[in-house]
């Protein structure tokens, strides 16, 4: 079978491209963190926090490329549905939301244990560039709970386009119910007292840089730079060029005429 190279190349440069736009996961999993509650004790906060909401997550820096948001989502620890409906929201340091949706309750359709709804329009993150994630958590200390994870300070979890900067939370209050908040102060971890119920730790927590609230994750295509599409077109034309002086006829050389006596 005679393969037509022209259009291999075009398939090839097509399928590098797409590669570059694929869509992605801030987070492939919440990290190694504690759930709360855990081992079926709807309790665990009692002693800690006051009924109420909860704004807590993450900051994090996004890489060398620009990131155009699709989805946000949020962690279902058990896979088997909310409880509550659960708003999360992106940010930029400033406290100026970039967008937000609201996960709906019940069992909702999941990718690695996260569920998702899509943005009505993409937003676009800059390179190198700070931003949080955030969720709140309706009715913490009633029961049913859903489940909050704490990573530690050190303890990941790993991020995709984006490295960890630290754990972020917001107002909190008395209603069950209420609106995302901008998660403005870090390292509440560290305000956890002793003399809690079983199961949760009798010593201040690790929070503030390299820790998270999760929670709250985001679905993505990376942005290359015009430079990173130029070189994969430099790469197929210089390859085409090879291909195109290969097929050049070679010109059979003249022989010199016999000699006359």
């Given at each position: ?28 999993s ?71 949706v ?33 969720a ?14 704490f990573?530690?300070?050190g ?10 900067v ?35 730790t ?60």
């Open positions: 079978m005679k393969i037509n190279t022209p259009i291999l190349f075009v398939v090839m440069f097509a399928a590098a491209t797409a590669r570059l736009g694929a869509q992605t996961y801030l987070l492939s919440p990290g190694p963190g504690t759930v709360y509650p855990h081992n079926g004790n709807t309790t665990d906060y009692d002693t800690v926090y006051p009924i109420g909401y909860y704004n807590l997550g993450y900051e994090f820096t996004t890489g060398a490329s620009a990131l155009s948001v699709t989805a946000l989502g949020f962690y279902d620890a058990g896979s088997d549905g909310f409880n509550y409906t659960h708003d999360v929201g992106l940010w930029n340091t400033s406290g100026v939301s970039q967008a937000s609201s996960i709906p309750a019940g069992v909702n359709s999941l990718v690695n244990g996260f569920a998702f709804v899509s943005l009505g329009t993409p937003v676009t993150l800059l390179a190198n560039t700070n931003y949080i994630l955030s709140v958590w309706n009715a913490l200390a009633m029961s049913p709970q859903d489940a909050l994870r990573n530690q300070s303890s990941g979890p790993t991020l995709t386009g984006a490295t960890l630290g754990d972020r939370y917001g107002a909190y209050g008395n209603s069950p119910a209420s609106a995302l908040l901008f998660p403005s102060s870090t390292d509440w971890a560290s305000t956890w007292v002793s003399g809690t119920p079983s199961g949760f009798t010593s201040p927590l690790a929070g503030g840089s390299g820790a998270s609230y999760i929670g709250a994750n985001m679905a993505f295509t990376a942005i290359p730079e015009p430079s990173t599409y130029a070189a994969i077109a430099g790469a197929a034309m210089l390859g085409l060029a090879v291909w195109r002086r290969r097929r050049r006829p070679t010109t059979a050389a003249t022989p010199a005429p016999n000699a006359v006596a």
